[in-house]
């Protein structure tokens, strides 16, 4: 059975294996280089020979079959009825030697898992608070429309100039919408099998959730250990990082470790109080 379940391994990673640089998908798009790879799919950098410009294209994995070209198109449909500045902007979708591929426009920036363990930037409160909101303004935009994103994380948002940009809509869904938790798909022996993940609810609250965890790493990047703190000592979070009390507050809420905000306005309200304060100005 290890035997069977290596060779099932290998192929997909063999059936996943990027596309190499000068390679043109849809006849159209020269890959650059690939610049994310997440469960679903693959993103390439790529130079647009219509136009010259740079575009991201993202492909279904292949090993994932019917249910990854699923997800790809639901995101698709999701960028589409999403258009705004800040967001990758829906090119086209298509179709070549059996893969999906999504074009959309290719949005320059560092991402904050850059930023904090590449480039070693710290973030103090003040400067939290500020990201926060920039991001949140994205989020209530994704939330007025009907959309939550569900995948706040450090690698999906981007910075370019102080202005904060939110990519990588793989996950999201309609407000309400019930997870795709099963999805007949085909494997690659061509036997038919039933896709399943755990997937957050679709609700404003998921993006909050997300959110307090995305303070929390912005916040963690100018924590310094105590020298006197024995290795093996769990500590939460409350204990090891010197927070005001108005802002640990707000991170109990957004992680449901104390009344939760009933949505996104809400917690805009709360963050435009804190930001009229004294000390976080």
Same mark, same amino acid.
């Given at each position: 059975?290890?035997?069977?379940?290596?060779?099932?391994?290998?192929?997909?990673?063999?059936?996943?294996?990027?596309?190499?640089?000068?390679?043109?998908?849809?006849?159209?798009?020269?890959?650059?280089?690939?610049?994310?790879?997440?469960?679903?799919?693959?993103?390439?950098?790529?130079?647009?020979?219509?136009?010259?410009?740079?575009?991201?294209?993202?492909?279904?994995?292949?090993?994932?079959?019917?249910?990854?070209?699923?997800?790809?198109?639901?995101?698709?449909?999701? +960028?589409?009825?999403?258009?705004?500045?800040?967001?990758?902007?829906?090119?086209?979708?298509?179709?070549?030697?059996?893969?999906?591929?999504?074009?959309?426009?290719?949005?320059?920036?560092?991402?904050?898992?850059?930023?904090?363990?590449?480039?070693?930037?710290?973030?103090?409160?003040?400067?939290?608070?500020?990201?926060?909101?920039?991001?949140?303004?994205?989020?209530?935009?994704?939330?007025?429309?009907?959309?939550?994103? +569900?995948?706040?994380?450090?690698?999906?948002?981007?910075?370019?100039?102080?202005?904060?940009?939110?990519?990588?809509?793989?996950?999201?869904?309609?407000?309400?919408?019930?997870?795709?938790?099963?999805?007949?798909?085909?494997?690659?022996?061509?036997?038919?099998?039933?896709?399943?993940?755990?997937?957050?609810?679709?609700?404003?609250?998921?993006?909050?959730?997300?959110?307090?965890?995305?303070?929390?790493?912005?916040?963690?990047?100018?924590?310094?250990?105590?020298?006197?703190?024995?290795?093996?000592?769990?500590?939460?979070?409350?204990?090891?990082?010197?927070?005001?009390?108005? +802002?640990?507050?707000?991170?109990?809420?957004?992680?449901?470790?104390?009344?939760?905000?009933?949505?996104?306005?809400?917690?805009?309200?709360?963050?435009?109080?804190?930001?009229?304060?004294?000390?976080?100005?």
């Amino acid at each position: 059975m290890r035997f069977v379940s290596f060779l099932s391994s290998f192929y997909a990673a063999w059936r996943d294996y990027p596309a190499a640089s000068g390679t043109v998908l849809g006849n159209r798009y020269v890959v650059q280089e690939v610049v994310g790879q997440g469960s679903y799919g693959l993103t390439y950098k790529c130079v647009d020979r219509t136009s010259g410009s740079l575009v991201a294209v993202k492909q279904a994995r292949p090993s994932k079959g019917r249910y990854g070209k699923h997800m790809l198109e639901r995101e698709a449909m999701i +960028l589409k009825a999403l258009p705004h500045p800040r967001f990758p902007a829906f090119i086209e979708w298509f179709t070549g030697k059996g893969n999906a591929y999504l074009a959309m426009s290719f949005l320059q920036g560092d991402t904050f898992e850059d930023l904090i363990f590449e480039l070693g930037h710290k973030y103090g409160e003040r400067e939290c608070l500020r990201i926060t909101r920039q991001l949140l303004e994205l989020v209530m935009y994704t939330h007025a429309k009907g959309y939550v994103h +569900l995948d706040l994380r450090i690698p999906n948002v981007l910075v370019k100039n102080g202005e904060i940009y939110l990519i990588d809509f793989g996950l999201a869904r309609k407000i309400g919408e019930p997870a795709p938790n099963h999805v007949h798909v085909r494997n690659g022996s061509g036997r038919r099998g039933t896709a399943s993940r755990q997937f957050k609810a679709a609700e404003e609250t998921s993006d909050l959730l997300d959110i307090g965890h995305f303070m929390l790493f912005l916040l963690y990047s100018a924590y310094v250990p105590e020298k006197n703190a024995e290795p093996s000592e769990e500590r939460s979070w409350q204990d090891e990082l010197a927070l005001s009390g108005e +802002l640990k507050t707000v991170i109990e809420r957004l992680l449901e470790l104390q009344e939760p905000y009933s949505g996104s306005a809400e917690f805009m309200k709360e963050l435009e109080s804190l930001s009229r304060h004294t000390k976080f100005q």
